[in-house]
């Protein structure tokens, strides 16, 4: 059974960043992507970026495009999530998500959707402050 262990969270002032780390446990780690997904109090939990294992195809939610970056490294099984010019609506608790079991059903935007993942993570608080 796959395990995904965020990490980086934190505390950072508006304009800021930080990086967000997941690292997945498991040999034979061969997901069809990764994904990040964030829910903020009384919210739903929301898209904020996905990458193709194979391919490093990258998507983002249209609020984070050009201030965020997703990454991963195979060899250690792990995905970034590059975080600059953080705003304070971009706090919310991080979930780290694989798609290791679902094929997409359809084409690239299936990484966008909560549905296209069976593995989660514990999650990481990020507050940005004003």
């Known amino acids: 059974q796959v395990q995904l262990v965020e990490s980086g969270g934190g505390l950072v002032q508006a304009g800021g960043s930080l990086r967000l780390s997941c690292a997945a446990s498991g040999r034979t780690f061969r997901p069809y992507a990764m994904g990040w997904f964030r829910q903020a109090p009384g919210k739903e939990r929301d898209f904020v970026a996905a990458?193709?294992?194979?391919?490093?195809?990258?998507y983002y939610a249209d609020s984070v495009k050009g201030r965020y970056t997703i990454s991963r490294d195979s060899a250690k099984n792990t995905q970034y999530l590059q975080m600059n010019m953080l705003k304070p609506e971009d706090t919310a608790v991080y979930y780290c998500?694989?798609?290791?079991?679902?094929?997409?059903?359809?084409?690239?935007?299936?990484?966008?959707?909560?549905?296209?993942?069976?593995?989660w993570g514990q999650g990481t608080q990020v507050t940005v402050s004003s």
């Open positions: 998500a694989a798609d290791v079991h679902n094929p997409p059903i359809y084409g690239g935007s299936w990484f966008t959707q909560k549905r296209a993942y069976d593995t």
């Open positions: 990458i193709t294992w194979s391919s490093e195809t990258t």
